[in-house]
Protein backbone atom coordinates (compact mmCIF):
# COMPACT_ATOMS: atom_id res chain seq x y z
CA UNK A 1 0.00 0.00 0.00
CA UNK A 2 3.03 2.41 1.33
CA UNK A 3 4.64 1.46 -2.40
CA UNK A 4 0.95 1.97 -4.14
CA UNK A 5 0.97 5.90 -2.69
CA UNK A 6 4.45 6.66 -2.91
CA UNK A 7 3.75 5.69 -6.84
CA UNK A 8 0.86 8.07 -7.24
CA UNK A 9 2.47 10.57 -5.49
CA UNK A 10 5.17 10.54 -7.71
CA UNK A 11 3.29 10.70 -10.71
CA UNK A 12 0.91 13.44 -9.20
CA UNK A 13 4.51 15.37 -8.61
CA UNK A 14 5.43 14.45 -12.42
CA UNK A 15 1.81 15.52 -13.56
CA UNK A 16 2.04 18.79 -11.92
CA UNK A 17 5.68 19.67 -12.90
CA UNK A 18 4.45 19.18 -16.50
CA UNK A 19 1.70 21.53 -16.27
CA UNK A 20 3.73 23.89 -14.32
CA UNK A 21 5.85 23.87 -17.41
CA UNK A 22 3.38 24.20 -19.76
CA UNK A 23 0.51 26.01 -18.77
CA UNK A 24 0.00 29.42 -20.04
CA UNK A 25 1.11 31.87 -17.53
CA UNK A 26 -1.71 33.98 -15.25
CA UNK A 27 -0.15 37.40 -16.05
CA UNK A 28 -0.67 36.50 -20.04
CA UNK A 29 -3.30 39.01 -21.91
CA UNK A 30 -6.60 37.56 -21.62
CA UNK A 31 -8.36 39.48 -24.54
CA UNK A 32 -5.79 37.30 -27.32
CA UNK A 33 -6.61 33.84 -28.17
CA UNK A 34 -4.13 31.00 -27.08
CA UNK A 35 -3.48 28.76 -29.98
CA UNK A 36 -3.57 24.68 -28.73
CA UNK A 37 -0.02 23.63 -28.26
CA UNK A 38 0.09 21.08 -30.27
CA UNK A 39 -0.13 23.09 -33.12
CA UNK A 40 3.31 24.22 -32.04
CA UNK A 41 4.69 20.52 -31.53
CA UNK A 42 3.21 19.16 -35.20
CA UNK A 43 6.24 18.98 -36.71
CA UNK A 44 7.15 16.10 -34.14
CA UNK A 45 4.10 13.86 -36.03
CA UNK A 46 3.09 15.76 -39.08
CA UNK A 47 4.71 16.39 -42.59
CA UNK A 48 2.22 19.30 -42.82
CA UNK A 49 3.81 22.63 -44.20
CA UNK A 50 3.88 25.95 -42.64
CA UNK A 51 1.27 27.89 -45.23
CA UNK A 52 -1.14 24.87 -44.55
CA UNK A 53 -0.78 25.17 -40.27
CA UNK A 54 -1.02 28.78 -40.28
CA UNK A 55 -4.08 28.59 -42.96
CA UNK A 56 -5.64 25.67 -40.33
CA UNK A 57 -5.21 26.93 -36.99
CA UNK A 58 -3.59 30.49 -36.94
CA UNK A 59 -4.90 32.49 -39.85
CA UNK A 60 -8.69 33.10 -38.21
CA UNK A 61 -7.95 34.05 -34.77
CA UNK A 62 -4.60 36.16 -36.02
CA UNK A 63 -6.47 37.86 -38.46
CA UNK A 64 -9.21 38.88 -35.69
CA UNK A 65 -7.32 40.03 -33.19
CA UNK A 66 -4.00 40.46 -34.60
CA UNK A 67 -2.01 38.70 -31.77
CA UNK A 68 -2.37 35.53 -29.91
CA UNK A 69 -0.31 33.32 -26.74
CA UNK A 70 1.95 30.73 -28.83
CA UNK A 71 4.51 28.03 -27.59
CA UNK A 72 7.50 28.44 -29.07
CA UNK A 73 11.29 27.34 -27.60
CA UNK A 74 9.89 25.86 -24.47
CA UNK A 75 7.75 28.91 -23.17
CA UNK A 76 4.60 31.20 -24.09
CA UNK A 77 5.28 33.68 -25.76
CA UNK A 78 2.77 36.67 -27.63
CA UNK A 79 3.11 36.68 -31.68
CA UNK A 80 1.74 39.32 -33.85
CA UNK A 81 0.56 39.89 -37.63
CA UNK A 82 -1.46 42.95 -37.37
CA UNK A 83 0.47 46.08 -38.58
CA UNK A 84 -0.65 48.28 -35.88
CA UNK A 85 1.56 46.09 -32.96
CA UNK A 86 4.34 45.39 -35.32
CA UNK A 87 4.94 49.19 -35.85
CA UNK A 88 4.84 49.45 -32.29
CA UNK A 89 6.83 46.02 -31.73
CA UNK A 90 9.39 47.51 -34.07
CA UNK A 91 9.72 51.17 -33.38
CA UNK A 92 10.06 50.49 -29.21
CA UNK A 93 13.79 49.33 -29.23
CA UNK A 94 13.67 50.78 -25.49
CA UNK A 95 10.70 48.55 -24.63
CA UNK A 96 10.82 44.78 -26.50
CA UNK A 97 14.47 44.70 -26.74
CA UNK A 98 16.55 41.68 -28.93
CA UNK A 99 17.14 38.88 -27.00
CA UNK A 100 18.10 35.82 -29.11
CA UNK A 101 18.98 32.53 -27.99
CA UNK A 102 22.03 33.63 -26.47
CA UNK A 103 19.58 34.96 -23.64
CA UNK A 104 16.10 32.82 -24.06
CA UNK A 105 18.38 29.50 -24.08
CA UNK A 106 22.02 30.26 -23.50
CA UNK A 107 22.32 26.31 -23.11
CA UNK A 108 21.24 25.26 -26.04
CA UNK A 109 22.88 24.35 -29.14
CA UNK A 110 21.45 27.69 -30.93
CA UNK A 111 22.88 29.59 -28.71
CA UNK A 112 26.09 28.13 -28.86
CA UNK A 113 26.03 28.15 -33.21
CA UNK A 114 24.99 31.95 -33.18
CA UNK A 115 26.36 33.22 -29.91
CA UNK A 116 26.15 36.77 -29.21
CA UNK A 117 25.70 39.10 -32.62
CA UNK A 118 24.57 42.30 -34.21
CA UNK A 119 21.31 40.42 -35.36
CA UNK A 120 20.63 39.25 -31.48
CA UNK A 121 21.94 41.96 -28.99
CA UNK A 122 20.94 44.98 -27.83
CA UNK A 123 21.69 48.38 -26.39
CA UNK A 124 25.46 49.67 -26.45
CA UNK A 125 26.53 46.37 -27.27
CA UNK A 126 25.17 46.22 -30.66
CA UNK A 127 25.58 49.76 -31.24
CA UNK A 128 29.22 48.68 -30.90
CA UNK A 129 28.82 45.85 -33.61
CA UNK A 130 26.61 47.73 -35.77
CA UNK A 131 29.32 50.77 -35.59
CA UNK A 132 31.97 48.23 -36.85
CA UNK A 133 29.71 46.41 -39.15
CA UNK A 134 27.48 48.14 -41.03
CA UNK A 135 29.59 50.00 -43.31
CA UNK A 136 30.75 46.04 -45.08
CA UNK A 137 26.88 45.38 -45.07
CA UNK A 138 25.55 49.02 -46.55
CA UNK A 139 28.50 49.86 -48.71
CA UNK A 140 26.65 51.35 -52.27
CA UNK A 141 29.86 49.98 -54.04
CA UNK A 142 29.70 46.42 -53.63
CA UNK A 143 31.63 44.57 -56.66
CA UNK A 144 29.30 43.02 -58.84
CA UNK A 145 32.16 40.75 -60.58
CA UNK A 146 31.61 37.98 -58.20
CA UNK A 147 28.12 37.89 -58.78
CA UNK A 148 27.89 38.17 -61.80
CA UNK A 149 30.46 34.98 -61.87
CA UNK A 150 28.78 32.92 -59.93
CA UNK A 151 25.58 33.15 -60.92
CA UNK A 152 26.67 32.29 -64.67
CA UNK A 153 29.17 29.34 -63.17
CA UNK A 154 25.18 28.59 -61.55
CA UNK A 155 24.02 28.30 -64.81
CA UNK A 156 26.47 25.83 -66.11
CA UNK A 157 26.25 23.56 -63.55
CA UNK A 158 22.56 23.24 -63.25
CA UNK A 159 22.09 22.50 -67.43
CA UNK A 160 25.23 20.17 -66.51
CA UNK A 161 23.43 18.31 -63.54
CA UNK A 162 20.29 18.43 -66.39
CA UNK A 163 22.24 16.09 -68.83
CA UNK A 164 23.10 13.57 -66.43
CA UNK A 165 19.62 13.58 -65.35
CA UNK A 166 16.74 11.10 -66.81
CA UNK A 167 14.44 13.01 -69.74
CA UNK A 168 11.75 14.27 -68.11
CA UNK A 169 13.38 14.69 -64.66
CA UNK A 170 13.97 17.54 -62.51
CA UNK A 171 17.45 18.37 -60.80
CA UNK A 172 17.21 18.84 -57.02
CA UNK A 173 18.13 22.44 -57.22
CA UNK A 174 19.06 23.42 -53.17
CA UNK A 175 22.63 21.78 -52.77
CA UNK A 176 23.63 23.76 -55.92
CA UNK A 177 22.08 26.87 -54.88
CA UNK A 178 23.75 26.48 -51.10
CA UNK A 179 26.96 25.65 -53.18
CA UNK A 180 26.48 29.17 -55.19
CA UNK A 181 25.14 31.07 -52.25
CA UNK A 182 28.87 30.43 -49.79
CA UNK A 183 30.43 31.15 -52.85
CA UNK A 184 28.80 34.80 -53.39
CA UNK A 185 29.03 35.72 -49.00
CA UNK A 186 32.59 34.57 -48.79
CA UNK A 187 33.31 36.78 -51.83
CA UNK A 188 31.46 39.35 -51.22
CA UNK A 189 31.70 40.02 -46.63
CA UNK A 190 34.82 37.48 -45.94
CA UNK A 191 37.13 38.24 -48.22
CA UNK A 192 37.39 34.42 -49.24
CA UNK A 193 36.24 31.88 -52.13
CA UNK A 194 35.26 28.86 -50.24
CA UNK A 195 35.52 26.94 -53.66
CA UNK A 196 32.44 25.59 -53.27
CA UNK A 197 31.68 25.51 -56.75
CA UNK A 198 34.20 24.04 -57.87
CA UNK A 199 35.30 21.64 -54.68
CA UNK A 200 32.53 18.91 -54.30
CA UNK A 201 34.29 17.57 -51.03
CA UNK A 202 34.93 20.83 -49.90
CA UNK A 203 34.27 20.95 -45.66
CA UNK A 204 32.76 24.14 -45.24
CA UNK A 205 29.61 22.73 -47.46
CA UNK A 206 29.68 19.73 -45.81
CA UNK A 207 29.68 20.51 -42.30
CA UNK A 208 27.29 23.07 -42.86
CA UNK A 209 24.70 20.87 -44.59
CA UNK A 210 25.00 18.53 -42.04
CA UNK A 211 24.33 21.70 -39.65
CA UNK A 212 20.92 21.92 -41.57
CA UNK A 213 20.11 18.74 -41.26
CA UNK A 214 20.93 17.41 -37.64
CA UNK A 215 20.26 21.13 -35.40
CA UNK A 216 16.68 22.06 -36.35
CA UNK A 217 14.63 19.53 -35.15
CA UNK A 218 11.01 20.13 -34.10
CA UNK A 219 11.13 18.39 -30.54
CA UNK A 220 14.43 20.80 -29.62
CA UNK A 221 12.98 23.39 -30.79
CA UNK A 222 10.15 23.03 -28.86
CA UNK A 223 11.97 21.90 -25.97
CA UNK A 224 15.07 23.47 -25.73
CA UNK A 225 15.88 22.32 -22.23
CA UNK A 226 16.77 19.29 -23.36
CA UNK A 227 20.35 20.42 -24.90
CA UNK A 228 21.12 20.54 -21.18
CA UNK A 229 21.33 17.10 -21.30
CA UNK A 230 23.82 15.76 -24.19
CA UNK A 231 24.66 12.82 -21.73
CA UNK A 232 20.86 12.15 -22.14
CA UNK A 233 20.57 12.82 -25.98
CA UNK A 234 23.29 11.64 -27.72
CA UNK A 235 22.02 13.57 -31.01
CA UNK A 236 22.41 16.71 -29.49
CA UNK A 237 26.06 15.82 -28.36
CA UNK A 238 27.06 14.84 -31.72
CA UNK A 239 25.22 18.76 -32.33
CA UNK A 240 27.18 20.57 -30.21
CA UNK A 241 30.58 18.87 -32.17
CA UNK A 242 29.19 20.00 -35.27
CA UNK A 243 28.97 23.45 -34.15
CA UNK A 244 32.29 23.33 -32.42
CA UNK A 245 33.77 22.19 -35.69
CA UNK A 246 31.87 24.98 -37.88
CA UNK A 247 33.55 27.47 -35.48
CA UNK A 248 37.04 25.90 -35.84
CA UNK A 249 36.71 25.45 -39.46
CA UNK A 250 35.26 28.88 -40.28
CA UNK A 251 38.02 30.84 -38.00
CA UNK A 252 41.10 28.78 -39.57
CA UNK A 253 39.79 29.20 -43.02
CA UNK A 254 39.03 33.05 -42.63
CA UNK A 255 42.74 33.50 -41.13
CA UNK A 256 44.90 31.58 -42.90
CA UNK A 257 43.28 30.84 -46.39
CA UNK A 258 44.46 33.37 -49.71
CA UNK A 259 41.73 36.29 -49.69
CA UNK A 260 40.09 37.55 -52.95
CA UNK A 261 40.62 40.62 -52.18
CA UNK A 262 42.00 42.79 -54.68
CA UNK A 263 41.80 46.32 -53.03
CA UNK A 264 43.94 48.89 -53.24
CA UNK A 265 46.07 50.12 -49.98
CA UNK A 266 44.28 52.56 -47.97
CA UNK A 267 40.83 52.47 -50.01
CA UNK A 268 38.56 51.84 -46.94
CA UNK A 269 35.58 51.76 -49.39
CA UNK A 270 36.86 48.33 -50.46
CA UNK A 271 36.84 46.88 -46.89
CA UNK A 272 34.52 44.12 -46.32
CA UNK A 273 32.89 42.87 -43.27
CA UNK A 274 35.69 40.61 -42.27
CA UNK A 275 38.21 43.33 -42.28
CA UNK A 276 36.33 45.42 -39.97
CA UNK A 277 36.12 42.85 -37.36
CA UNK A 278 39.44 41.94 -37.78
CA UNK A 279 40.35 45.61 -36.66
CA UNK A 280 38.00 45.80 -34.23
CA UNK A 281 39.62 42.71 -32.53
CA UNK A 282 43.03 44.18 -33.10
CA UNK A 283 42.24 47.65 -31.17
CA UNK A 284 40.25 45.89 -29.06
CA UNK A 285 36.99 46.96 -29.41
CA UNK A 286 35.61 43.41 -29.26
CA UNK A 287 36.61 40.77 -27.97
CA UNK A 288 37.98 36.85 -29.34
CA UNK A 289 34.49 35.34 -28.46
CA UNK A 290 32.47 38.13 -30.12
CA UNK A 291 34.91 38.34 -33.43
CA UNK A 292 33.83 34.53 -33.52
CA UNK A 293 30.48 34.89 -32.81
CA UNK A 294 29.84 37.95 -35.72
CA UNK A 295 31.84 36.05 -37.93
CA UNK A 296 29.57 32.88 -37.99
CA UNK A 297 26.55 35.28 -38.09
CA UNK A 298 27.82 36.84 -41.22
CA UNK A 299 28.75 33.34 -42.63
CA UNK A 300 25.35 32.03 -41.87
CA UNK A 301 22.79 35.11 -42.59
CA UNK A 302 25.07 35.97 -45.44
CA UNK A 303 24.19 33.43 -47.71
CA UNK A 304 20.70 31.84 -45.81
CA UNK A 305 18.38 34.31 -46.95
CA UNK A 306 19.49 34.00 -50.87
CA UNK A 307 19.52 30.46 -51.00
CA UNK A 308 16.15 30.27 -49.28
CA UNK A 309 14.86 33.07 -51.70
CA UNK A 310 16.33 31.68 -54.56
CA UNK A 311 14.83 28.40 -54.20
CA UNK A 312 11.15 29.74 -54.03
CA UNK A 313 12.48 32.23 -57.12
CA UNK A 314 12.83 28.87 -59.40
CA UNK A 315 9.49 26.85 -58.49
CA UNK A 316 7.66 29.97 -58.50
CA UNK A 317 8.95 31.38 -61.99
CA UNK A 318 9.11 27.75 -62.70
CA UNK A 319 5.72 27.35 -62.47
CA UNK A 320 4.64 30.60 -64.40
CA UNK A 321 5.88 30.87 -67.96
CA UNK A 322 4.19 34.14 -68.75
CA UNK A 323 6.09 35.51 -65.88
CA UNK A 324 9.59 33.75 -66.43
CA UNK A 325 9.56 34.99 -70.57
CA UNK A 326 8.23 38.62 -69.53
CA UNK A 327 10.93 38.87 -67.77
CA UNK A 328 13.75 37.04 -69.91
CA UNK A 329 12.03 39.62 -72.52
CA UNK A 330 13.21 42.33 -70.52
CA UNK A 331 16.91 41.19 -69.54
CA UNK A 332 17.54 40.59 -73.47
CA UNK A 333 15.73 44.12 -74.54
CA UNK A 334 18.46 45.80 -71.86
CA UNK A 335 21.20 44.40 -74.12
CA UNK A 336 23.49 44.41 -71.21
CA UNK A 337 26.21 42.56 -71.17
CA UNK A 338 28.14 42.52 -67.18
CA UNK A 339 25.04 43.89 -65.39
CA UNK A 340 25.95 46.55 -62.53
CA UNK A 341 23.71 47.98 -59.74
CA UNK A 342 22.14 50.79 -61.72
CA UNK A 343 21.61 48.99 -64.86
CA UNK A 344 19.51 45.91 -62.73
CA UNK A 345 17.72 48.41 -60.25
CA UNK A 346 16.18 50.35 -63.93
CA UNK A 347 14.47 46.58 -64.62
CA UNK A 348 10.66 47.46 -63.18
CA UNK A 349 9.64 43.94 -63.80
CA UNK A 350 12.66 42.33 -62.06
CA UNK A 351 12.10 44.75 -59.43
CA UNK A 352 8.78 43.61 -59.11
CA UNK A 353 9.46 40.14 -59.45
CA UNK A 354 11.79 40.23 -56.46
CA UNK A 355 9.37 42.04 -54.28
CA UNK A 356 6.51 39.89 -54.51
CA UNK A 357 8.72 36.83 -53.93
CA UNK A 358 9.77 38.69 -50.65
CA UNK A 359 5.96 39.15 -50.01
CA UNK A 360 5.11 35.45 -50.25
CA UNK A 361 8.31 33.27 -49.27
CA UNK A 362 9.43 35.84 -46.68
CA UNK A 363 12.90 33.50 -46.05
CA UNK A 364 12.67 34.37 -42.27
CA UNK A 365 8.72 33.37 -42.14
CA UNK A 366 8.35 33.35 -38.03
CA UNK A 367 10.55 35.39 -35.33
CA UNK A 368 10.28 35.52 -31.82
CA UNK A 369 13.42 36.98 -30.38
CA UNK A 370 11.72 40.16 -28.61
CA UNK A 371 11.71 40.77 -24.82
CA UNK A 372 9.43 43.24 -22.72
CA UNK A 373 11.94 45.22 -20.60
CA UNK A 374 9.34 45.77 -18.52
CA UNK A 375 5.45 45.82 -18.33
CA UNK A 376 4.31 47.41 -21.55
CA UNK A 377 0.68 47.90 -23.45
CA UNK A 378 1.47 46.46 -27.25
CA UNK A 379 -0.89 48.79 -29.62
CA UNK A 380 -2.83 50.25 -26.52
CA UNK A 381 -4.86 47.70 -26.63
CA UNK A 382 -3.08 44.05 -25.59
CA UNK A 383 -1.56 43.94 -21.90
CA UNK A 384 2.19 42.63 -22.24
CA UNK A 385 4.02 41.54 -18.72
CA UNK A 386 7.90 41.85 -18.22
CA UNK A 387 10.30 39.35 -19.50
CA UNK A 388 7.73 38.34 -22.22
CA UNK A 389 8.74 37.18 -25.52
CA UNK A 390 7.29 39.44 -28.39
CA UNK A 391 7.54 38.01 -31.84
CA UNK A 392 6.25 38.20 -35.44
CA UNK A 393 4.97 35.89 -38.62
CA UNK A 394 5.62 38.09 -41.99
CA UNK A 395 3.68 34.92 -44.13
CA UNK A 396 0.80 36.21 -42.14
CA UNK A 397 1.02 39.81 -42.76
CA UNK A 398 2.30 39.25 -46.00
CA UNK A 399 -1.03 36.86 -47.33
CA UNK A 400 -3.76 39.03 -44.71
CA UNK A 401 -6.30 39.81 -47.24
CA UNK A 402 -6.84 43.17 -45.00
CA UNK A 403 -3.38 44.16 -46.08
CA UNK A 404 -2.73 42.63 -49.78
CA UNK A 405 -6.18 42.47 -50.87
CA UNK A 406 -8.64 39.21 -51.50
CA UNK A 407 -5.49 38.26 -54.14
CA UNK A 408 -2.81 38.24 -51.22
CA UNK A 409 -1.93 35.11 -51.59
CA UNK A 410 -1.69 34.85 -55.30
CA UNK A 411 1.88 35.69 -57.28
CA UNK A 412 1.14 38.98 -58.93
CA UNK A 413 3.97 41.23 -59.70
CA UNK A 414 1.99 44.08 -61.08
CA UNK A 415 1.12 44.53 -57.77
CA UNK A 416 3.77 46.98 -56.73
CA UNK A 417 3.06 49.26 -59.62
CA UNK A 418 4.61 50.02 -62.85
CA UNK A 419 7.59 52.25 -62.57
CA UNK A 420 10.47 51.62 -60.60
CA UNK A 421 10.51 54.24 -58.56
CA UNK A 422 6.68 53.62 -57.65
CA UNK A 423 7.93 50.18 -56.55
CA UNK A 424 10.14 51.37 -54.36
CA UNK A 425 8.06 53.83 -52.58
CA UNK A 426 5.46 51.02 -51.96
CA UNK A 427 8.60 48.69 -50.40
CA UNK A 428 9.31 51.52 -48.41
CA UNK A 429 5.42 52.96 -47.49
CA UNK A 430 4.52 48.92 -46.93
CA UNK A 431 7.85 48.35 -44.47
CA UNK A 432 6.55 51.55 -42.41
CA UNK A 433 3.02 50.16 -42.16
CA UNK A 434 4.25 46.84 -40.80
CA UNK A 435 2.45 45.16 -43.69
CA UNK A 436 5.39 44.23 -45.75
CA UNK A 437 8.76 42.74 -43.27
CA UNK A 438 10.61 40.55 -45.15
CA UNK A 439 14.04 42.60 -43.70
CA UNK A 440 12.33 43.37 -39.87
CA UNK A 441 11.70 47.35 -40.09
CA UNK A 442 12.76 50.75 -38.48
CA UNK A 443 15.91 50.65 -36.70
CA UNK A 444 16.82 47.27 -36.47
CA UNK A 445 15.94 46.11 -40.31
CA UNK A 446 18.13 44.01 -42.14
CA UNK A 447 21.09 45.71 -42.81
CA UNK A 448 21.89 43.27 -45.64
CA UNK A 449 18.65 44.23 -47.33
CA UNK A 450 20.49 46.05 -50.58
CA UNK A 451 23.08 43.26 -50.78
CA UNK A 452 20.27 40.89 -51.19
CA UNK A 453 17.98 42.77 -53.34
CA UNK A 454 21.26 43.27 -55.46
CA UNK A 455 22.40 39.41 -55.18
CA UNK A 456 18.54 38.23 -56.36
CA UNK A 457 18.85 41.12 -59.53
CA UNK A 458 21.73 39.74 -60.80
CA UNK A 459 21.34 36.10 -60.45
CA UNK A 460 18.30 36.09 -62.13
CA UNK A 461 19.15 38.21 -65.24
CA UNK A 462 21.93 35.50 -65.58
CA UNK A 463 19.42 32.84 -65.19
CA UNK A 464 17.02 33.83 -67.22
CA UNK A 465 19.29 34.50 -70.09
CA UNK A 466 21.31 31.71 -70.37
CA UNK A 467 18.41 29.12 -69.93
CA UNK A 468 14.77 28.60 -68.89
CA UNK A 469 13.28 26.40 -66.71
CA UNK A 470 10.12 24.34 -65.28
CA UNK A 471 9.06 22.38 -61.92
CA UNK A 472 9.13 18.71 -62.45
CA UNK A 473 5.60 17.54 -62.89
CA UNK A 474 6.15 14.85 -60.32
CA UNK A 475 6.66 17.81 -58.05
CA UNK A 476 4.45 19.17 -55.24
CA UNK A 477 5.25 21.88 -53.10
CA UNK A 478 6.31 21.51 -49.70
CA UNK A 479 7.27 24.12 -47.42
CA UNK A 480 8.55 23.49 -43.92
CA UNK A 481 6.58 22.89 -41.04
CA UNK A 482 8.50 26.10 -39.34
CA UNK A 483 10.93 28.48 -39.36
CA UNK A 484 12.36 29.13 -42.56
CA UNK A 485 10.31 29.57 -45.86
CA UNK A 486 11.02 28.23 -49.48
CA UNK A 487 9.90 25.02 -51.33
CA UNK A 488 11.63 21.79 -49.82
CA UNK A 489 13.41 19.26 -52.53
CA UNK A 490 12.08 21.44 -55.50
CA UNK A 491 13.27 19.66 -58.77
CA UNK A 492 13.14 21.74 -61.83
CA UNK A 493 14.05 21.06 -65.30
CA UNK A 494 16.28 22.98 -67.39
CA UNK A 495 17.10 23.87 -70.85
CA UNK A 496 19.76 25.67 -72.24
CA UNK A 497 18.95 29.00 -74.67
CA UNK A 498 21.11 31.28 -76.04
CA UNK A 499 22.76 33.78 -74.51
CA UNK A 500 22.46 37.31 -75.52
CA UNK A 501 25.85 39.60 -75.87
CA UNK A 502 28.05 36.59 -74.16
CA UNK A 503 31.24 37.46 -72.56
CA UNK A 504 34.32 35.80 -72.91
CA UNK A 505 36.22 34.69 -69.82
CA UNK A 506 38.95 36.66 -71.07
CA UNK A 507 37.56 40.01 -71.11
CA UNK A 508 36.15 39.32 -66.81
CA UNK A 509 39.69 38.58 -66.26
CA UNK A 510 41.54 41.41 -68.28
CA UNK A 511 38.94 43.16 -65.79
CA UNK A 512 41.01 41.97 -62.86
CA UNK A 513 43.97 42.30 -63.94
CA UNK A 514 43.30 45.81 -64.13
CA UNK A 515 41.89 46.34 -61.04
CA UNK A 516 44.51 44.29 -59.37
CA UNK A 517 47.70 45.86 -57.87
CA UNK A 518 49.47 43.13 -55.94
CA UNK A 519 48.26 44.13 -52.51
CA UNK A 520 47.25 42.05 -49.57
CA UNK A 521 45.91 42.53 -45.98
Known amino acids: M ?5 VIVALWGFGLAIWWKVHVPFNFPCNVPKIPIYVSLLGLWSDMGQDEIYDRWLRK ?55 DNII ?14 KPGMTKRNFDCRPLINTSRKLVELLLQAQSRTAAGEGVMINPLILRYAISVMGQSFLDIDFQCLEDLENPILEVQTNIKRSIFKPFYMN ?60 EGKITEKQYRDNLKITFIVGHENTQLLLNSMFYQ ?79 GAHTSSANWGPRAKDFIPDRWGSSVEEMQLKFRRDTIRGTFIPFNAHMRKCLGQAFVLLQMKIAVFELVKGMRWTVDPNYKLKLPGAGVLAPM ?29 GGDL
Open 2 to 6: ALLTA
Open 61 to 115: PLEQHGAVRFWFAGRWSILVTRPQYLTDLFRNENIYAKAGNQKKIPWSVLATLLG
Open 120 to 133: SSHGGTWRLYTSIM
Open 223 to 282: FPVADKYPALFPSRKRAFALVRRFESLLYDLVQNRPRTSCKKKHDASNNQVVHMLEQALK
Open 489 to 517: GCKIIFEKIQIHEPVSEMELFAEDIALYD
Open 317 to 395: IGSNQEVQDKLRDEVNAANIANPTADTVNKLPYLTSVIYELLRLYPPISQLINRVAISEAMLGDTVPIPADTYVGWNAY
